[in-house]
């Protein structure tokens, strides 16, 4: 491991400002950033622990839930409030990582923990996320488990976030503060940026900006699903995953709200799908023409071609579980 300078911050404003210079990072749980430095695939200057900083609650706020960034994934999952009225957000934190990780990995930095894909990880390989030009052996290689949506010509790797995805489904806003004392929020939509041809820059976020806390709106209500299918039952990512929440009406999908994950370069969302169910009765027809709008614009690489036809099953399973059985 290579020397870096360390500092315990003593309040978000000294955290920022510690973490605005060129090649500094914040730690907190340290579940993904420590891996990553110990195989030399990111390599910070300087870490700025925030882990001691009061940014560990879970409050109600205008009608919606203000959840701190530090707060522990385990808790996230168990709190009241998730639990009643937020179901896919806790179903989709339990199906993630192990109960050891659970507890210690934050929630803000959950949202930040980067992909998975093997080509990342081994620093021979040529990676444009790990370095920028070098290339992508994802495409033509070992790619069973990367994206086939939002990809590009520099990158095809998937975000491997559970609770990216629900929080995505739930249209969650990030608020974050930076280093000049300024704060603003962001849908996780715009949070994440597509790989293009920079692929290394995978959030808006700006040097030294800090996520402070995730902003749920008011509770959606309907049925909420999360269903995963990966390759095995626990501690492992998904190949293909889907958040749901579908608020019935008259028979009809009144309101649907979908992520995706495993499928994507980021948490996937279209909303031009969920336009396309609601205010029908659900079906089985209407769910295959729902995989075909999903679908329409995504590409398989070859070992990763079956995730086509396994969303495709996904997507029906989870929308039929939704709707209890009334697709026609």
Not at 205 to 216: A, F
Request: charged content about 25%.
């Amino acid at each position: 491991m290579r020397q870096f300078e360390y500092s315990r911050a003593s309040d978000t404003g000294e955290a920022t400002r510690a973490a605005a210079t060129a090649g500094a990072r914040f730690i907190a749980g340290g579940t993904n950033l420590l891996d990553l430095m110990k195989l030399q695939v990111e390599t910070p200057q300087k870490l700025v622990d925030i882990s001691r900083l009061p940014l560990t609650e879970v409050e109600e706020v205008e009608g919606g839930l203000r959840i701190g960034a530090l707060v522990p994934n385990s808790d996230l999952a168990a709190h009241p409030a998730i639990r009643r009225d937020y179901q896919v957000l806790s179903r989709a934190l339990l199906a993630g990582a192990s109960g050891q990780l659970r507890n210690k990995a934050t929630t803000g930095g959950n949202l930040l923990q980067r992909t998975r894909c093997g080509y990342f990880y081994e620093t021979s390989s040529a990676c444009n996320k790990r370095e920028p030009g070098s290339g992508c052996d994802g495409i033509g290689g070992f790619n069973r488990i990367l994206a086939i949506l939002g990809t590009s010509e520099h990158c095809i790797a998937t975000h491997p976030s559970d609770m990216a995805v629900a929080m995505r489904a739930l249209e969650a806003q990030v608020e974050t503060l930076k280093s000049d004392g300024s704060t603003r929020q962001i849908g996780l939509g715009e949070f994440y940026r597509l790989p293009g041809d920079t692929p290394h820059l995978e959030t808006v976020l700006e040097g030294g900006e800090l996520i402070t806390g995730i902003r749920l709106p008011a509770p959606p209500g309907g049925r909420h699903v999360y269903r995963k299918v990966r390759d095995r039952a626990s501690y492992a990512f998904a190949l293909v995953s889907v958040a749901a929440v579908v608020s019935m009406e008259g028979g009809a999908m009144r309101r649907v709200r979908l992520a995706f994950g495993g499928l994507g370069t980021m948490p996937w969302r279209d909303e031009g799908v969920e336009r396309l169910l609601e205010g029908e009765v659900p079906s089985r027809a209407l769910f295959e023409d729902a995989a075909d709008a999903l679908l329409s614009g995504a590409r398989g690489y070859g070992e990763n071609d079956f995730k086509l036809d396994l969303a495709r099953r996904t997507l029906a399973a989870v929308l039929g579980e939704a709707t209890r059985g009334e697709a026609q």
